[in-house]
């Protein structure tokens, strides 16, 4: 993974849930790109339509929240968004999307700050998170070491694999 990522952000408000994320009624679709396709329609009609690889998404609190489907990140990743910040995310929504290698951010200033149609800038090494359309800066955490390993390798199964595991 690139230790950095640019791009324009889609804005949301508190608990998308993962039913919001990826409807239910299209889970029994086997094709990756089929089912990213459904991404954030209910929310978004026009998401997978204007969303462009490297674009960010910004949400307010408990993003992810709801079902445990790892389906939700996934396809978030397949239509090329780069990170999501949130004020806070759902703790299995948080795990599967480091599992998959979806880099996701917590700051509660960037996500409240930071407005649809923004371009934002983050350094996954340091954690700052710079609005480049207002030019503010703000700091969420870094990655550690060992979940920076799992983004860069992305995903779970292939940084084991890289480990020899």
Sequence with gaps: MKMTAQGTVFKYGDNVDTDVIIPARYLNIADPKELASHAMEDIDTEFVKNVKPGDIIVANKNFGCGSSREHAPRVLKDNGVACVIAASFARIFYRNAINI?????????????????????????????????????????????????????????????????
């Design 101 to 165: 290698g979806l880099p996701i951010l917590e700051s509660a200033e960037a996500a409240e700050a930071i407005a649809a149609g923004d371009t934002v800038s983050i350094d996954f090494g340091t954690g700052v998170i710079t609005d480049e359309t207002t030019g503010e800066t703000f700091q969420a955490l870094p990655f550690p070491e060992f979940i920076q390993n799992i983004i860069d390798n992305d995903g779970l199964l292939n940084s084991l694999k890289a480990r020899g595991v």
